[in-house]
């Protein structure tokens, strides 16, 4: 047993090793030896006793096992950890920690855990897509936040993310270690990305952030596709909500960005008309046509597309909108023209009464859709004053803006620069470097002038990846 | 039994037609109205005043049946008289002469092919001159039956054998008459510019220029280009004597059409400059004093007299075959235009104000405004309270910030998308046709949502 404890503790902390060289060659050495050890019978039967003598050696008010899972969950090495990714995804799925926590603190642990391997949260694994899905069953949305709110750009199984550099090098970017082959994750398919950002929509579809959802659904249906694939059905669910949300969000019908595939498109304008027609109707003045539209679709409808509540709001919302769209303009509009002016969707008529319009109005204030306030001056009757500098931004708010932005785009600078290294390791282009090279000394060895080389993009075929994002 | 023209007017009125009620009575003679035109055109627009104008009708289709008549076209004459039977079934005129037609429709059939064996022997012969004529004299004869397709593509047939520039103008001339009877605006622009002969024929061009400018603008006007179909009318040479383009058009029209379009694209010192201090087309404003009254008032900031003046003839407009279908766009946007330059001075206006100088009983002034505010022509606030129209002044840098804000944003959101789909890329992760081709299988796993409904916090 005294043999084993010494192994267990045998690695050096941080600061007694020299370069990343050496870090990397001892850690190496000390995954091999735990492996070694947990194959060994004798394991079984000194892992009891190994605990007791750590608890009295060092301290820790380890009555608790959950207690230490918790602690090094949220405490553990993240220059370690890349050596033990086979550990630290038993640890996360063997057993579940979902057995073992209540909901909210595994969602809250395994998100934390997470964060800890890859603060840049760029990197999808297995984890990531079980995680999302867990915490959207259990509907624990709040601690997911952290992760779901990151923008994934990498995932598993990327040609040319396995690095030359050791696992140490603290420049390695997350996707150079978080690979399928360190056992930081399974592969994975096009279907478990896709309804990843399903669920990440619908985890900010509970939390009312409608941008959020929006752009969530947005990468699901514009998701690439080779050979003008057809929409898969999650992507045409995803349309659906997408359509939605963008009316709750603007008001109006959203238009399908550029980027998306063709493929996908015709699906989305074949199934998707119901949702389109929608919100085209949602657009007109008078509720009469966006009534038709929904009610024309079956209860059925609406149950098998799983819409009924997202639907019932965007009711709900066609009279704010209405009303919203009333402050480019009116600076004060009396709340009975307010009333005559908007209909409600449900019954395709105006409100009854200018006090139903006041706790309409009134709502929307304290909901922070609308920045107003309602006023009654002596003529008796109530008005809305939309506040004016509502569409204008302070300077404070501006500068706020736009250093957030600034700070995000610079933050993308490692993930560019992994994504660089990661194509510049690309066969074909080295091949093309290749070629260049020689076309060189050929040049020189002939001392002729300049030759004239092919491209790179000549050589490798062109594959349009953004596809008319530049003009959109 | 119900008043024939009554139940006409219904159909007209079901078909989608425009109906100038009976108590409006045009401002023209019909006789002196339709002496300005030539041609085929003299027919159309009979047809639609009687279709139009309920004080006119009779009028209009029995002069539209004596056109019919005079000429070859039996499938007008058909027509027409199907209109007049049921508008008044029991004028004299309305009487169906059989006779005629079936000798007419002999007669064209026995031209067509005389002409066809002529064109024939002519091409045989390979005299390019007698076959463009004998291409012509088809065309002209399909053009007097009806046969509109047939025409254009004999008038077309004329191109290779052209040899002199008034050919050219004629074969121009004759395309852009058949494309605007068939109302293909976009197929005029195209021919016309065919019709150009680079100033190496001053005297054609100088006498095509009108007709040239009449047809370009009927078909811009019919496109709803406004701006560009009255520069085109305005451009217009009125030292050609009007037989050169009315088969189109008649001066008064271009002096309309130029100056409503006018109104309503320009602002006041394009007008000044544009139109009054136009010599060539204030000799078209002569006949019409009432429009350059109304461009007078507008540029001198009157107005509400300027709408006044128009209203006036706006049951006038609605008879004109081109017109018609503008009016009450052209005037809506001459009214709105007004309301605006009205504005300008001002940053604050009281509502009241507004509907003395612009307001109707059916319309109040606040509706108008808000649509316009709606539809970006007026950048303002109405406040109800006070009942003031507030002028919004834009603010450059606020739009510079928003701008600058918007395009940071975009980059941020294009770089990770970009990333993002190289990723995909690389991962071999895109959508790829499976086996079975179609639609993917729902979501897998342990989840379903079936039993899920989206729970609102």
Same mark, same amino acid.
């Given at each position: 047993?005294?043999?084993?404890?010494?192994?267990?503790?045998?690695? +050096?902390?941080?600061?007694?090793?020299?370069?990343?060289? /050496?870090?990397?060659?001892?850690?190496?050495?000390?995954?091999?030896?735990?492996?070694?050890?947990?194959?060994?019978?004798?394991?079984?039967?000194?892992? +009891?006793?190994?605990?007791?003598?750590?608890?009295?050696?060092?301290?820790?008010?380890?009555?608790?096992?959950?207690?230490? %899972?918790?602690?090094?969950?949220?405490?553990?090495?993240?220059?370690?950890? *890349?050596?033990?990714?086979?550990?630290?995804?038993?640890?996360?799925?063997?057993?579940?920690?979902?057995? %073992?926590?209540?909901?909210?603190?595994?969602?809250?642990?395994?998100?934390?855990?997470?964060?800890?391997?890859? +603060?840049?949260?760029?990197?999808?694994?297995?984890?990531?897509?079980?995680?999302?899905?867990?915490?959207?069953?259990?509907?624990?949305?709040?601690?997911?936040?952290?992760?779901?709110?990151?923008?994934?750009?990498?995932?598993?199984?990327?040609?040319?993310?396995?690095?030359? *550099?050791?696992?140490?090098?603290?420049?390695?970017?997350?996707?150079?270690?978080?690979?399928?082959?360190?056992?930081?994750?399974?592969?994975? /398919?096009?279907? !478990?990305?896709?309804?990843?950002?399903?669920? =990440?929509?619908?985890?900010?579809?509970? =939390?009312?952030?409608?941008?959020?959802?929006?752009?969530?659904?947005?990468?699901?249906?514009?998701?690439?596709?080779?050979?003008?694939?057809?929409?898969?059905?999650?992507?045409?669910?995803?349309?659906?909500?997408?359509?939605?949300?963008?009316?709750?969000?603007?008001?109006?019908?959203?238009?399908?960005?550029?980027?998306?595939?063709?493929?996908? =498109?015709?699906?989305?304008?074949?199934?998707?008309?119901?949702?389109?027609?929608?919100?085209?109707?949602?657009?007109?003045?008078?509720?009469?046509?966006?009534?038709?539209?929904?009610?024309? %679709?079956?209860?059925?409808?609406?149950?098998?597309?799983?819409?009924?509540?997202?639907?019932?709001?965007?009711? /709900?919302?066609?009279?704010?909108?209405?009303?919203?769209?009333? =402050?480019?303009?009116?600076?004060?509009?009396? &709340?009975?023209?307010?009333?005559?002016?908007?209909?409600?969707?449900?019954?395709?008529?105006?409100?009854?009464?200018?006090?139903?319009?006041?706790?309409?109005?009134?709502?929307?204030?304290?909901?922070?859709?609308?920045?107003?306030?309602?006023?009654?001056?002596?003529?008796?009757?109530?008005?809305?004053?939309?506040?004016?500098?509502?569409? !204008?931004?302070?300077?404070?708010?501006?500068?706020?803006?736009?250093?957030?932005?600034?700070?995000?785009?610079?933050?993308?600078?490692?993930?560019?620069?992994?994504?660089?290294?990661?194509?510049?390791?690309?066969?074909?282009? &080295?091949?093309?470097?290749?070629?260049?090279?020689?076309? /060189?000394?050929?040049?020189?060895?002939?001392?002729?002038?300049?030759?004239?080389?092919?491209?790179?993009?000549?050589?490798?075929?062109?594959?349009?990846?953004?596809?008319?994002?530049?003009?959109? | 039994?119900?008043?024939?023209?009554?139940?006409?007017?219904?159909?007209?009125?079901?078909?989608?037609?425009?109906?100038?009620?009976? @108590?409006?009575?045009?401002?023209?003679?019909?006789?002196?109205?339709?002496?300005?035109?030539?041609?085929?055109?003299?027919?159309?627009?009979?047809?639609?005043?009687?279709?139009?104008?309920?004080?006119?009708?009779?009028?209009?289709?029995?002069?539209?049946?004596?056109?019919?008549?005079?000429?070859?076209?039996?499938?007008?004459?058909?027509?027409?008289?199907?209109?007049?039977?049921?508008?008044?079934?029991?004028?004299?005129?309305?009487?169906?002469?059989?006779?005629?037609?079936?000798?007419?429709?002999?007669?064209?059939?026995?031209?067509?092919?005389?002409?066809?064996?002529?064109?024939?022997?002519?091409?045989?012969?390979?005299?390019? @001159?007698?076959?463009?004529?004998?291409?012509?004299?088809?065309?002209?004869?399909?053009?007097?039956?009806?046969?509109?397709?047939?025409?254009?593509?004999?008038?077309?047939? $004329?191109?290779?054998?052209?040899?002199?520039?008034?050919?050219?103008?004629?074969?121009?001339?004759?395309?852009?008459?058949?494309?605007?009877?068939?109302?293909?605006?976009? $197929?005029?622009?195209?021919?016309?510019?065919?019709?150009?002969?680079?100033?190496?024929?001053?005297?054609?061009?100088?006498?095509?220029?009108?007709?040239?400018?009449?047809?370009?603008?009927?078909?811009?006007?019919?496109?709803?280009?406004?701006?560009?179909?009255?520069?085109?009318?305005?451009?217009?040479?009125?030292?050609?004597?009007?037989?050169?383009?009315?088969?189109?058009?008649?001066?008064?029209?271009?002096?309309?059409?130029?100056?409503?379009?006018?109104?309503?694209?320009?602002?006041?010192?394009?007008?000044?400059?544009?139109?009054?201090?136009?010599?060539?087309?204030?000799?078209?404003?002569?006949?019409?004093?009432?429009?350059?009254?109304?461009?007078?008032?507008?540029?001198?900031?009157?107005?509400?007299?300027?709408?006044?003046?128009?209203?006036?003839?706006?049951?006038?407009?609605?008879?004109?075959?081109?017109?018609?279908?503008?009016?009450?766009?052209?005037?809506?946007?001459?009214?709105?235009?007004?309301?605006?330059?009205?504005?300008?001075?001002?940053?604050?206006?009281?509502?009241?104000?507004?509907?003395?100088?612009?307001?109707?009983?059916?319309?109040?002034?606040?509706?108008?405004?808000?649509?316009?505010?709606?539809?970006?022509?007026?950048?303002?606030?109405?406040?109800?309270?006070?009942?003031?129209?507030?002028?919004?002044?834009?603010?450059?840098?606020?739009?510079?910030?928003?701008?600058?804000?918007?395009?940071?944003?975009?980059?941020?959101?294009?770089?990770?998308?970009?990333?993002?789909?190289?990723?995909?890329?690389?991962?071999?992760?895109?959508?790829?046709?499976?086996?079975?081709?179609?639609?993917?299988?729902?979501?897998?796993?342990?989840?379903?949502?079936?039993?899920?409904?989206?729970?609102?916090?």
């Amino acid at each position: 047993m005294e043999s084993t404890l010494a192994t267990l503790v045998a690695f +050096p902390s941080a600061g007694q090793l020299g370069d990343n060289e /050496e870090y990397h060659k001892a850690a190496q050495a000390h995954t091999k030896t735990l492996t070694r050890l947990s194959a060994d019978s004798k394991w079984a039967s000194e892992a +009891p006793q190994l605990i007791e003598t750590l608890k009295s050696s060092n301290g820790y008010p380890l009555d608790d096992l959950l207690l230490k %899972l918790t602690t090094f969950l949220t405490s553990f090495d993240a220059g370690q950890i *890349r050596y033990a990714g086979h550990a630290f995804t038993k640890l996360l799925t063997q057993p579940r920690l979902q057995d %073992l926590f209540p909901a909210s603190i595994a969602v809250e642990l395994i998100t934390t855990a997470l964060l800890r391997l890859d +603060p840049t949260g760029s990197v999808l694994t297995s984890h990531h897509t079980y995680l999302v899905r867990f915490a959207y069953m259990t509907n624990n949305i709040e601690p997911v936040l952290p992760i779901i709110e990151k923008s994934i750009v990498f995932y598993p199984g990327m040609k040319g993310s396995t690095s030359t *550099r050791n696992l140490s090098d603290p420049d390695l970017p997350p996707s150079g270690f978080i690979t399928v082959e360190n056992d930081f994750t399974k592969s994975l /398919e096009n279907k !478990d990305i896709l309804e990843h950002d399903l669920l =990440r929509g619908l985890c900010f579809i509970q =939390r009312r952030s409608w941008q959020q959802a929006f752009d969530a659904f947005e990468r699901v249906i514009t998701y690439p596709s080779r050979d003008n694939t057809n929409a898969s059905k999650i992507q045409v669910e995803a349309y659906s909500k997408w359509v939605l949300v963008g009316l709750l969000l603007n008001g109006k019908a959203p238009v399908l960005p550029p980027t998306t595939p063709n493929g996908p =498109r015709k699906v989305y304008e074949v199934t998707g008309k119901p949702y389109y027609s929608l919100a085209q109707a949602f657009e007109k003045r008078t509720a009469e046509s966006f009534k038709t539209e929904y009610e024309g %679709l079956s209860q059925g409808f609406w149950d098998e597309e799983k819409n009924v509540s997202l639907l019932k709001l965007v009711i /709900e919302h066609y009279q704010k909108w209405q009303i919203l769209n009333l =402050r480019h303009v009116y600076s004060r509009i009396s &709340l009975e023209q307010i009333r005559t002016r908007t209909q409600s969707a449900e019954t395709a008529a105006p409100l009854g009464s200018v006090q139903e319009i006041e706790a309409l109005v009134q709502g929307m204030i304290d909901e922070g859709l609308l920045q107003g306030e309602v006023v009654h001056p002596e003529n008796g009757l109530a008005y809305l004053a939309f506040s004016s500098t509502a569409d !204008d931004l302070s300077e404070e708010e501006f500068t706020r803006r736009m250093v957030a932005t600034a700070q995000r785009i610079k933050a993308l600078g490692p993930v560019v620069k992994a994504t660089n290294e990661r194509l510049a390791s690309n066969k074909d282009y &080295l091949k093309w470097l290749a070629q260049q090279k020689k076309h /060189e000394q050929q040049g020189q060895s002939q001392g002729g002038g300049p030759v004239d080389v092919t491209g790179f993009g000549d050589v490798v075929e062109d594959e349009d990846l953004m596809t008319g994002i530049v003009a959109g | 039994m119900a008043d024939p023209l009554l139940e006409f007017f219904t159909q007209m009125d079901i078909q989608g037609g425009v109906v100038v009620q009976g @108590e409006y009575s045009p401002k023209f003679d019909l006789d002196l109205y339709i002496q300005n035109y030539r041609g085929r055109t003299r027919f159309d627009r009979l047809l639609l005043i009687g279709r139009s104008s309920v004080k006119l009708c009779v009028e209009a289709l029995k002069a539209a049946l004596a056109e019919a008549k005079r000429g070859r076209d039996t499938q007008r004459y058909r027509d027409v008289f199907e209109y007049l039977r049921v508008a008044a079934p029991n004028d004299p005129d309305a009487v169906f002469d059989k006779k005629w037609v079936d000798r007419q429709d002999v007669a064209n059939h026995e031209e067509t092919q005389r002409l066809l064996t002529e064109l024939k022997g002519y091409k045989n012969n390979l005299v390019k @001159e007698s076959i463009r004529m004998g291409n012509e004299d088809l065309a002209k004869h399909y053009e007097a039956i009806g046969d509109l397709n047939a025409a254009s593509e004999h008038y077309s047939k $004329m191109r290779p054998d052209v040899s002199t520039a008034k050919h050219v103008i004629d074969v121009g001339k004759h395309l852009v008459r058949v494309a605007i009877q068939r109302r293909e605006w976009s $197929m005029v622009a195209p021919h016309l510019v065919k019709m150009t002969l680079g100033g190496q024929y001053p005297e054609e061009e100088r006498n095509a220029q009108p007709f040239i400018r009449v047809a370009s603008g009927i078909a811009l006007l019919g496109q709803e280009k406004y701006w560009e179909a009255a520069l085109s009318f305005l451009d217009a040479d009125p030292n050609v004597p009007p037989k050169a383009y009315n088969e189109l058009a008649s001066r008064n029209d271009i002096a309309v059409y130029g100056g409503l379009l006018a109104l309503a694209t320009m602002d006041r010192k394009q007008l000044q400059s544009m139109v009054l201090e136009n010599q060539n087309f204030r000799v078209f404003l002569e006949p019409e004093p009432h429009i350059r009254r109304a461009v007078t008032m507008f540029v001198n900031g009157r107005y509400s007299a300027c709408i006044e003046i128009l209203e006036g003839y706006r049951t006038d407009y609605l008879l004109d075959i081109y017109l018609q279908k503008h009016v009450s766009k052209i005037y809506a946007k001459i009214r709105s235009k007004c309301v605006v330059q009205y504005l300008i001075p001002f940053s604050c206006v009281s509502l009241d104000t507004l509907e003395k100088a612009f307001g109707s009983p059916e319309r109040p002034i606040e509706e108008e405004l808000a649509v316009m505010i709606e539809e970006g022509v007026l950048e303002a606030r109405i406040d109800g309270l006070e009942r003031l129209v507030n002028t919004v002044k834009i603010d450059p840098r606020a739009q510079m910030q928003a701008s600058a804000l918007v395009s940071a944003e975009n980059y941020e959101k294009q770089a990770i998308e970009r990333l993002r789909r190289m990723a995909i890329a690389a991962a071999d992760l895109e959508l790829m046709p499976t086996k079975k081709q179609g639609l993917h299988l729902p979501l897998g796993g342990d989840i379903s949502f079936g039993d899920q409904e989206i729970v609102m916090g």
